[in-house]
């Protein structure tokens, strides 16, 4: 069936570092791919979105790119901050009632 | 844009009680809403979707008499944790969708704690 795997955490790492999460899917049909990102006791917010093949969303600048061949929506910052520290959950659905979540990823930035 | 708020935030009750949560869409029109429930350190689990106007679909193992929910308008759907007990104990998060699109706009969740 439809699932998301996303690379399992905790991450840590140190202010400016680089970021990589793993997410990979499958899927029946086309949907769309999204990246959410939960501060502590708080909702989730919308963090990026792609929604076909080879698009690539971006925001506060964390990249990931719909890559179709792989199934894969990898998510990627330069240079991580404190501030970053947050659980991110790769997800993917489409306009119908199909949503899916992975796991999240807890993500420490030490100064 | 895409504004979701719920209230409470934070609710205590005693068992036995009943507890009515709150989901608005601020800025859209969300024909269907969904609600999830999220353990300590675990992924969302989704619980019902509502489309306006009509009964919530349940996944299964959610108890529909236990967790009532109402989408009576365009902007606002209600859950009620009815005769609430120690296991119902949990983080609930509201999202929303507007028709015919892919992305879910998340509320920021409320905190049950049933004594």
């Known amino acids: 069936g439809d699932s998301v795997t996303q690379m399992e955490g905790p991450v840590t790492l140190s202010e400016e570092a680089f970021l990589t999460i793993n997410c990979t899917y499958t899927?029946?049909?086309?949907?769309?791919l999204f990246w959410y990102v939960q501060y502590p006791g708080e909702g989730l917010q919308l963090l990026l979105k792609?929604?076909?093949?080879?698009d690539k969303g971006s925001n506060k600048g964390f990249e990931a790119t719909y890559r179709k061949e792989t199934t894969s929506f990898h998510l990627e910052k330069g240079s991580v901050q404190v501030s970053d520290s947050a659980v991110y959950f790769c997800?993917?659905?489409?306009?119908?009632?199909?949503?899916?979540f992975g796991t999240g990823t807890s993500l420490t930035v030490i100064p | 844009g895409a504004v979701v708020s719920q209230h409470p935030s934070r609710v205590i009750c005693k068992s036995g009680t009943s507890v009515k949560i709150e989901c608005r869409s601020l800025d859209f029109q969300a024909t269907t809403m969904f609600w999830y429930r999220q353990f300590p350190k675990q992924s969302l689990m989704l619980m019902a979707t509502?489309?306006?106007?009509?009964?919530?679909?349940?996944e299964q193992g959610v108890e529909k008499d236990k967790f009532l929910i109402n989408h009576a308008s365009l902007t606002l759907s209600t859950l009620t944790v009815t005769s609430a007990h120690p296991e119902d104990s949990s983080f609930y998060i509201c999202s929303a969708r507007v028709q015919n699109t892919d992305t879910q706009y998340f509320g920021p969740g409320t905190r049950l704690t049933v004594l």
């Open positions: 997800a993917y659905g489409n306009t119908g009632n199909q949503f899916y």
């Open positions: 792609a929604t076909k093949a080879d």
């Open positions: 899927a029946t049909g086309y949907p769309s």
């Open positions: 509502s489309n306006e106007g009509s009964k919530a679909t349940y």
